[in-house]
Structure formats: C-alpha cells, structure tokens
C-alpha cells in the first residue's frame, strides 16, 4: 500500500503533456486547489508588486514617448503606462504587464486587465467641467458581473473647486485647481480628486475610483511635463 | 388536550403575524450565498423544520448532517427566485436493514417560496419532503416566516406526513386518510397522498446573535420513529432542538445541534452561487487599444511586411492561433483556432482589434471563420465592421451598437486539409485520474485513483486516432458487492465486472479513428470506430443540423457495438448492441437549454430522453435528465427508470483566466440497463462542441467584446 501511495505521489509528479494547452489547463487546475490550500486566491498580478522608485527628470528622460504613471492610493503600487490607444480624444495608456486606462480630458472613462473593470461610463459635462463651473453633474459607469450582464451605477455627483492648490511635481511647484467630486450611488460613494492646470481641462494629477473591487488609483499625467521640464 | 393548546398558539401566533405592524425595516442587501438558512435536509429552514425562504437564486450548496446515527448529504439549487430543489442521499438507522443497520436512501425535496414577506404579512412557503423515490422521509409542509426586527426570525407551519409524527391532530383539509405509499422499485413521483392524514405543526424561532452566529429553537413534529427503533439511532427525549450555526467564511458555515434532547450532531454547509464569480471580468491582460488611421499607418511601417505573420505574433500573444489570411478587396478573411476563450465574444473582440492595427486601412470588413481543433471544422464566420469597431469602443452602449453591424452565420467551407491545426501530428499526455462510483449502500462513497494516459495521432485535418489508457492504482471498485440487474440484457448494469477483473491492471479505456466531415454549410458529422469506452467496442456515427442564427438543432446517432472483455484488453465478446437515437437541442429563452432524445436504447428498449438545464452565461450547466423507454418500473429494478443530475463546472470560473476547459459530473443514482446508452466523453458529442460558436454565444456574452 505504502508503495502504491510513493507510486501515486511520483506520478502526480511526472504528469507532463506534449500540449501547452492542456498543460496550461491542468497547471490551473491544480493551482486552485493550491490556492485553497495554501492562502488566498491571487487577486493581484504583477503590476502590484512593483517597487516603489524615484522619479524624477532623469527618470522621465528616459521615455521617449508619453506616459503617465499610476499609482495605489498608499504609493507602494505603481505602475508606468504609454499610449497606445487614441481615437476622437479618448486616449488609452497601456502598462508592460497588461492594465489600459482610457480617458476623456483627463478624467477615467474605461480599464481593462482589473478584476472588475470598468467598462464603460457615460457622464456629463465631460467637456466642460474644469471650465465652466460645473457644481454638479451624474455619471453612469457599467462592469461585468460573473454571469457577463451589466451592473450599471448612477451616480450623482456634486464638485467644489479650490482654486490656488500648491502641486508639487519633480522640482516645480504649480498653482493648480484642486477639484473634489463625491458621488454617490445608493450605497456606493467615492470621491475623486482632480488637480487641474487653471482654467484649462489639463488635468496634471488626478485621483479616480474604478470599482468597489479595485477602488481608487493616483494618475501622475508626467506626459505633460515631457518636453517641459 | 396538548394538541388543543398547540392549535390555539398556532392560531395566535399567525394572527400576531398578520397583525403585527412591520418591525423589520433592515432591507436585506443583494447577497449570493447564504449558508446559514440550510436545514439538515439542505433545504431552506431552521435545524430540521423548514422555514418560509429562499436562498438567492442560481445557489448551489452541499451540506452534509450528522446526527445520532443519521447521515443526510444534500446537493441544493435555487432553481428560480422562488424554487427549491434538492437531492439527497441518507444514511437511516434501522433495524430490519441489511447493510450493517442503516438504510441508504435517495430522495429529492420540493420547496416553492409561495409569497416573500411585506411589511405586515409573513412569508409563505410550501413544500414536499421526499416526493421521488421510496417516501421513507416523505411529508408536506406550509410555513410562514416573519422577521421581528433585524435579528429575531420566526416561523411556523403545519406539517403531514414524517412530519405530523408528534403532536398531531385531524387534517384541517378534511383528507383523513393518507394513503400508503407503494413506492415499487422506488425512483417514481407520488402525489396521492399530498396533504392528507393528520397534521402537526412545527415553530422555529432564530436569533442573530452576530453577523456570523445564529442562535435557534425548534420545535419539530418529526416522531423519529424508525430511527429511535434502532440500536444505532437515538432516544427522542424533546420535541425541541437547539443549534447553533456560524458562518466560517462566505459560502462556508457550520451548525453545531443537539436533536431532540439526546443526539448532538454537527451539519456543515458548502454554498456557491455560479453567479457571483469570484473574478468578476476576469483577470486577463487589457486588449490591444484602438488607434486611428495615421497611427496605425505608422506602425504597420515598422512591422512586418507580412500581414500573416505580423497578425500571427499578435494573436499568438492573446492565445489564439491564426490558420490563414487572405485579403479580398474591402474584406480580410482569417481562419483562426481558439482553444482558450469561452467566452467568444471576448476572442473576437481581441482579433478584430489586432487585424485593425495589422491589416492595410483599404480592408472595410473582418471576416474570420472559426476553426475547431478537434474535428478541422469550420464552424462559424463573423462579419464586424472595422470602422464600427473602434467608434464604439469607448462608448456608452459601445458594444449593442456594435452587434447591429455584426454578422454571425455557419462558415461555408469544409474541412480544409492544408492547414496546419497542430505544430505536430502526435499529442500526448500522462496525468493522474480518479473515477467515483456513489450510492452503492455497501460503499456509499467508492472510487478509485491512478493514471491516465493519452496519445492523439492526427493523420489529416479531419481524421486523428485518439486513444487512452488507465491504470488503477489504489482502488475499492474491484470488490463492488452487488450483481448486475435480472430482466433485461446486462448492457451497463454488469459494470462491476469490468472493476473486478481490470482492478489494478491497465486496461484500454478508449482507442477509436474519429473521422469529421461537414458536407454542407450547416451540416456537421462524425464517424468513430474501435474501442469507444471501458465496455464497448464498434461503430458509432453522428450527424446534426445546427444553423448558428437558429436556436435549435437537430441530429441522429447511431452505433453498431459490441461489448467488450471485462478485462479491458482488446478482445471482443459475441454479444452486439445497436443504438438509434435522434436529437432535438433547443436555447430556450432566460438561460435554459433543452434536449430530447428518442429512439432505441442499448438494451434494445424504445423511448425518450428529455434533459433541461439551467445554464448560466459563465459557463456553469445544472441540470437533470430522465429517461422512460418501453421497459417496465419492475423489469429496470431499483430507481424504476433512469434519471439524474448533470453538473458543468468552467476553470475559468474560478482561475478568472480564460480557459476552455470544464468538468462535467453526471449524478447517477441508479445505474440500469434500461435506457441505457455508451459512456463517451463529452467532447465526443457534436453539438456542445459546435453550439459555443452559434449566434446565442456570441449575443449572451457580446458585451465582453471590448474586454
């Protein structure tokens, strides 16, 4: 008996495929129970496990085409992102390990590669709401659930604007416009941060809320220093 | 005298309910499991009575009780807001039986939520204990339910059959009598005796101590009588049980209980809902972005010059493989194979995506045809509009107005020869294999585990010998106790044979040349021939009808077979079976799917099989099969006809990872030689593996397109 167990143990050992897909499957497989048994299941990837470095001029010497950088809300995940992705002023950043955000004029509109992405959002006053004094506005932002429908949240709005808000970024000190917009939706609320060249819709910083699931992330726009520092 | 008292409290307690202005205000927040509201029959209750809920619609829990002697393990499924069902298997103390003292039962629960509580009004609920198989545990129910503020739940109900044991009294429909269940060879429905003989009634009162920890009394009417007859049950002190549940983790909760004054028993409860997915949208890489025409000029200047391979590499990087390309003009067309996505929508998303950055900006159209790696077939083609594509992506509603510019319809080619499918003809693989036999009373739960080996020669596109060999390496199947069934030809019931004499040996489990054809657009067969599985060997040929804008299909298999040598060797006996059956799949609306089958059986029986399953739009099936043929109750034996319950259970679901692959497990609580058909694998059957690229995939899941 004892032999027959040793046997057993060395052939779950040996399994091996000439197929890349069923070895795929079946390391899956065995990982969820591994999983089960080992800790919790792997909700992060390796974008959140990158470490935290400086960035300074040099740093962003380096990149010859733009980026921005994002950041969890504690600093200690980041990630750096180029665009790739540009179509009627919707822009979408790209990272190495496979995360996009989009945005229109600064502000999140979609992501891809998080466990609850969002996938799409509808909100208004998108073109002026840096400009003209926007105090309220709603948005509708859509994921998928696990059956692949929609969960759609409507959110209401309201935004204070702070003008002369101190922005450090590298070695400059910019004037900006800090705008705070808190949204609520039934029992889901958030509050993002913007913090805004004055009088333009260039959105230097930002702070965004993606889903319940990921929360919020920091958004460097470095891409507008680019050329300028 | 007791009996007056309870009907008089009874009758005070449901007008306190019904008067009772509405203390519970707490809405109850969207939730996906509750394991906390399974009684020991996994049903929607308190300890043993039943209460007047439900639990959140698509959950599926295992819960297995133990309690002075009485073992009852439940697999449960809301089958609708309002439906509960359940299927159980008991171990009964008793003292006539003959397996060591205990009974082994089968039987299924009925539970229908009749009306949730509102403000004033209780909740109602009525329900069958045991309504298909022996009766043993069978009795009616109606419950009500109300919660007193957020933590005190009450329910009470009148109970008949097992539970009018205690305390009962004369039925308050007037049906005196109950009539004696003959439950013959057990397996059918009964239903004379629905709510007749007397009545008792049951109360239940729960108190949420904590988010985790309830608290609950009851009072059950069950008499326990059977099992306080036996040596090995418990002594029924109290009408009353006390537990104490506590939810360990989501979906995962634990009851402590002390059952009517004497036995402490312990049930612990396992609920998922396929629903809720732990990984949401998944967790796959983002998609390539769209870019407009000036960038995309500019990076095909710097690519490849060759759009196939350029396409290739691209599409390599998100699993799929691309067979060939051809520009036509406004159109592109592709030939890819997938052998990762099941959600389709999303691989057709990523390839339009990449061919819109690869393809020169002349081509207006993606026309690409998909690819099945197992037969070569070509199975569907989808039409999407380049420039719609990108102007939908990043907006509200993006991929409804998508799919008005998509055409989905079967590709119109046959199997073509001179793609290369695979990097090499031979595949093989050496992993570990379990095979579970239930339900046998002399091993409730046996099996055996050791290994599987597989190797695939693919001689051309349409043509691959699959073969598969297993060992056994520790097993307790070669000493099953029972014989097969007297009546009719010993076509399935004899498989204890085929354990004992292969026991630890290796034996051939499969070995067949599968040959596909498609000799029209909507037209799909296949012919297989050798050793189709562990006890038969011969020819089997499938053909189905299956337009991919249609929701219905239809198909005929047919087999000329012989068994083969219990040994699992390559001899074959002199005994030869033939199967006819004709196929009619139907995607009804709101995620079910049916199947009826009909024709000759193997055992030379006529009949139908019809099949329904709730499917859910992740990859999840629950559902259950039953098959009656001309053969009599009697003559099939134990279970009276053939039936069970089917069980598909993606990877992806809970790795979040795209993946095609699945495990199917078929609950069969009887095996007969009644209805009985060859054992193949679920990739052996033509219309699961053509349907997940049919129209309905595609529109179910459209809105991961841009995922």
Redesign the interface.
Known sequence: ?IK??L??FC??G??????D??R???T??Y??YKDIVVSE?T?T?SKDSMKRQGYDKAWLSRFNQPIIVLSSLNGEKTATLVA?????N?L?W?SA????V?F?NGIL?????????L????QSDLDIIFTQNVKKRSK?Y?????????IELNFNCSLLAKTNTPSVFFNLTIETTKFTEICRAG?VEHTNEYYVLPDTNIVLKSVQWISE?NGSIVIYNYYAFQNNL | MLKNLLVKFLTLLISFLLVNINISTAKE?EVFETPKRLNTYGMPGTIDNPSAEAFPEGQLSVSSSIFGGTIRTNLSFQITNSVTLSFRYARIPQQSSRYRGYLWDRSFDFHYLFSKEKSIFPAVAVGLRDFIGTGFNTGEYIVMSKSLGSRINISAGMGWGRLSGKNSYNNIFGLKDRKGINSGEGGTFHYDHFFSGSNAPFFSLSYNASQKLEVIAEMSSDSYDTEVASPKGFKRESDFNLAFKYEIAQGFSLMGMLMHGNAIGLTGVLALN???????????????????DE?ISRTQSSMDSDIYIRTAELLRLDGIVLLSINRNKRFVDVEILN??YS?VAQMIGRVTRILSKTVPLGVKFFRINIVDYKSGYPISQITVERESL?KF??????PSNLWKNVKIENSPGAINQSLSLSE?P???????DVDLALFDPDFPINGS???EAKLAYRIRNSTTVNSSVKQP??TALNDIKRGPKPGLPNVRSDFMYYYRDISTKPYISSLTIDHYYKPFRNIYGQINFGYLEMMYAGIRAEAIWKDMQKPYAVGIDIARINKRNTFGDFSILDKSYSTIIGTVYYDLKSNWSAQLDAGKYLAGDYGATFSLSRT???GWEIGAYATLTDVKFSTFGEGSFDKGITLKVP?S?????K???YSKTVIRPIAGDGGARLHLDDNKFLHRNISKYDGKSFK??W??V??
């Open positions: 008996m027959k167990i046997f057993l052939l779950f040996l399994s091996c495929t000439s197929d897909i069923i795929y499957e079946k899956s497989f990982k969820i299941p909700s990837s790739l992705g540009n179509y009627k919707k979408t790209v390990d496979g995360i996009s989009s229109l509109i979609a992501t891809r590669g998080y466990s609850q992405d996938m799409e959002s509808q509708k859509r994921y998928i659930n696990g059956e692949n429908q929609y029992s699931a | 927040k396929p629903r809720n997915s732990p990984y949401k949208s998944g967790i796959e890489p983002a998609p390539m972005p769209l870019l407009n960038t052998r990762y959600d990108r992506e990043l907006m509200f509603d993006g090499g031979l595949t093989w693989s050496i992993y570990p585990i050791g290994w390496i520790l859910f739009n992740n990877m679901w809970f790795t979040g990872k993946s095609l692959a179910d899941n809105i991961r841009y995922r």
